[in-house]
């Protein structure tokens, strides 16, 4: 994971073979729910009007093109959260809980500058779940660094309790009154409108900038190369003379300002918090830098696929009469293939090369010592 | 006494654990917590199974969730085709037992995914166990909105112990606890102590530990080293089975998506705490799910006196913070646990390392 691919077309061969394993699987699934579902017959060709479907709903129109790239937004944000953690040997599942800090905050902060002229409420609003997301991601770096606590477990926890705070104080304090169920009150100007009759806002240009961004900040930073130094091996980072502790806490607090970003993006979309905000997104992500192999490129490929899927889901359950959670069957059978990369090579009778296997050390379990 | 508990803040507290002491003694609260730990203990189970023979196991959760769902179709379809009136003991249906069955038979096909993945393809174990906890998740959720049921099988119900034993003064609450509950808390205990035995006194345990500790060294001496890791990842799905077909079987009769929330890292943890001993992991699920038991305490016995008036006071004013306070202890406590043991905790030393024999060239 420290050194670039060689070569790009052996990098993308073996994710690109996993979706296509996972889409054949996933048609298995799609012919049983004709079976089971509600029209009760056995058709074969279901999967292909349902994946027609899906390509029809995400590129069909301009329309389903904007969706795909609404989608695909804070699945860039969230893929780099997961993705830059995986970089320093760090496997952050806790997006979905700094997505929802980061949206409460910038709901919070924009309902102040609710007022204030577009182009100073939306960034600090946005700037408000940044930070509030890297707070959310501080707390199981610094556990990590000066405890050992295993960040995956943290994390997990961490969502739920976060979850269980924000909603209660929506509940509790922030419910404004007029409506059917709890919500905060109006970001006002904060809130990201579709420009050009489209649903595309802002908030894309902010996520396809975070990229190149943090491309350029892996590859090309002291920073970046501390990170990915920690990630291969933190006790050589440590006797040349870096900071793996230091290290760590940054890059969760940075994966957390991602997914807190993603998770402004998402709430000033639409304009309040509300009390049940239900997202997938933060679990999309891991899919995401998996996928894209925790490269920031890859993300944005990565992303741009998911989002896609995501976007096109609904019209395929209305003509195919396939539930939308078919595209979550469909992640997890692609990370199924991805992690046993030997076995699609083997499938494909594809050469193993020395990239293949690559995420097969990427975390370290609780067992192993802190150091710094 | 009655000074000591007028002191502002300290007496608070005193009052507080006077509280809790009385009510986990006199308030009928004990099943209850076994209940909650319950599924918390057989996730740890599996852990300590595929730990201490050095296999991370992060997927418990969807394997759990997985067991959950398929307990719930499989015990509903039995019912709908075999409907059978309630046996006495426990409840006991032909539908239930069916779906523990299947729930087992689900957590150990699961577990033999994380097996290949992490000692055969050699994979990470913990991105592995993530792969599977998204997989379940996923699955189980497009299953669920596909066939939405809108019956169900029923549950286990709860033994009720003869009255003269429960009102044992002293030790009567400890009785209650572990007999006036469904068959599958029940057994928690008697599997607990059986693996806890075995892991320590038996062939197999030493081989377990030995390959947990010192895999080369154990295969040097003849271990088969790949066998018994799978042998124990498979037993490990078995706890996990049956904690989901508890969720679905015992503590509810329906399924939800994602019912589990997060009880599996809870179980981990639950492990961690325990120091990777089936004993020390029980413990720590009752600790940790007794912190959630209080919020139903306080709900069936309120405490008297001002600590009562303050308690009320806070739900009045802020009723779904006050509620989700005592739903997320156990989270907190697994964060803070994990904080503060991990360090002096030390896990078997080949914990996650997948092994790969020498070639022989």
Redesign the interface.
């Known amino acids: 994971m420290i050194s670039r691919p060689r070569s790009y077309a052996g990098w993308v061969l073996v994710p690109a073979l996993s979706i296509l394993l996972a889409l054949l699987v996933a048609s298995v699934?799609i012919i049983a729910?004709g079976v089971?579902?509600r029209q009760r017959e056995l058709d074969l060709l279901l999967p292909l009007v349902a994946y027609r479907s899906l390509l029809v709903g995400a590129f069909g129109n301009l329309r389903g093109i904007a969706n795909t790239i609404v989608a695909a937004t804070p699945l860039m944000l969230t893929g780099l959260a997961v993705g830059v953690g995986l970089k320093a040997g760090l496997?952050n599942?806790g997006a979905t809980g700094q997505v929802l800090l980061g949206g409460f905050a910038a709901a919070l902060v924009g309902t102040q500058v609710a007022d204030a002229p577009l182009f100073i409420a939306v960034p600090v609003a946005m700037l408000g779940g940044i930070l509030a997301g890297a707070l959310a991601g501080f707390i199981p770096g610094f556990?990590k660094a000066f405890?050992?606590?295993?960040e995956?477990?943290?994390t997990?926890?961490?969502?739920?309790?976060i979850q269980?705070?924000v909603?209660?104080?929506v509940?509790?304090?922030f419910r404004v009154p007029g409506f059917s169920f709890a919500r905060t009150a109006t970001v006002g100007n904060a809130a990201l409108t579709g420009f050009g009759g489209t649903t595309i806002h802002l908030g894309a240009i902010f996520a396809f900038v975070c990229i190149p961004l943090s491309y350029w900040l892996l590859w090309r930073t002291t920073v970046g190369f501390e990170i990915r130094a920690v990630g291969a091996n933190p006790t050589a980072a440590l006797y040349a003379g870096m900071h793996p502790r230091r290290m760590m806490i940054l890059t969760m607090s940075l994966c957390g300002a991602f997914a807190g970003l993603a998770g402004a993006i998402e709430i000033l979309r639409l304009g309040y918090y509300p009390?049940v905000f239900g997202t997938s997104i933060g679990?999309d992500g891991?899919?995401v830098a998996?996928l894209g192999r925790a490269d920031p490129v890859g993300i944005l490929f990565s992303a741009l696929l998911l989002g896609a899927m995501r976007a096109g889901a609904p019209l395929m359950q209305i003509e195919a009469r396939v539930?939308v959670?078919?595209?979550?069957?469909?992640?997890?059978?692609i990370?199924?293939f991805l992690?046993?990369?030997?076995?699609v090579r083997r499938i494909f009778r594809l050469r193993t090369t020395p990239e293949a296997?690559e995420?097969?050390?990427?975390?370290?379990?609780?067992?192993e010592k802190?150091v710094g | 006494m009655d000074a000591l508990l007028d002191i502002p803040v300290l007496g608070f507290i005193l009052q507080f654990l006077v509280y809790l002491v009385n009510v986990i003694v006199n308030g009928h609260i004990a099943p209850i917590i076994l209940g909650l730990a319950t599924p918390i203990a057989l996730g740890a189970l599996c852990g300590v199974l595929n730990e201490r023979s050095g296999v991370v196991n992060i997927g418990i959760e969807g394997m759990m969730l997985f067991s959950a769902y398929i307990a719930f179709m499989i015990a509903l379809l039995v019912h709908q085709a075999f409907p059978a009136e309630p046996s006495s003991v426990f409840g006991t249906t032909p539908a239930l037992i069916m779906g523990v069955i299947a729930a087992i038979a689900a957590g150990v096909l699961i577990s033999l995914l994380h097996a290949w993945l992490s000692i055969s393809v050699r994979a990470d174990q913990i991105i592995s166990g993530t792969i599977i906890n998204i997989t379940a998740l996923g699955l189980t959720s497009y299953l669920n909105r596909l066939i939405q049921p809108f019956d169900s099988a029923g549950t286990f119900e709860s033994f009720r112990p003869p009255a003269a034993l429960v009102n044992l003064p002293g030790i009567g609450w400890l009785f209650e606890m572990f007999t006036a509950v469904g068959p599958i808390a029940m057994s928690v205990i008697v599997f607990v102590v059986i693996v806890q035995i075995l892991l320590f006194r038996s062939r197999w345990g030493l081989r377990t530990r030995a390959v947990g500790e010192h895999p080369k060294a154990a295969d040097t001496v003849g271990i088969n080293v790949i066998r018994l890791r799978y042998r124990n990842v498979l037993m490990g799905g078995v706890f996990a089975g049956l904690a989901g077909a508890y969720l679905t079987l015992e503590a509810t009769g329906s399924f939800q998506n994602n019912m589990t929330a997060g009880r599996g890292f809870i179980a981990l943890a639950a492990m961690i705490f325990g120091r990777w001993t089936p004993l020390g992991a029980f413990g720590g699920a009752l600790l940790f799910m007794a912190s959630q038991a209080i919020g139903v305490a306080i709900r069936l016995a309120p405490p008297a006196s001002d600590l009562g008036a303050f308690l009320a006071g806070i739900q009045q004013t802020y009723p779904s913070m006050y509620n989700n306070f005592f739903t997320g202890l156990p989270y907190l406590l697994t964060i803070i646990v994990l904080a503060g043991v991990v360090g002096r905790s030390i896990p078997p030393a080949a914990d996650g390392k997948p092994y790969e024999k020498e070639s022989s060239t």
């Open positions: 699934l729910s089971i579902g496997f599942i556990l405890t050992g606590a295993h995956v477990v943290t997990i926890m961490l969502n739920a309790l269980l705070i909603s209660g104080l509940n509790d304090i009390a679990f891991i899919t998996l539930p959670e078919i595209i979550d069957v469909i992640q997890g059978v990370l199924i992690a046993a990369e030997i076995v296997g995420l097969q050390t990427i975390t370290r379990t609780y067992g802190v």
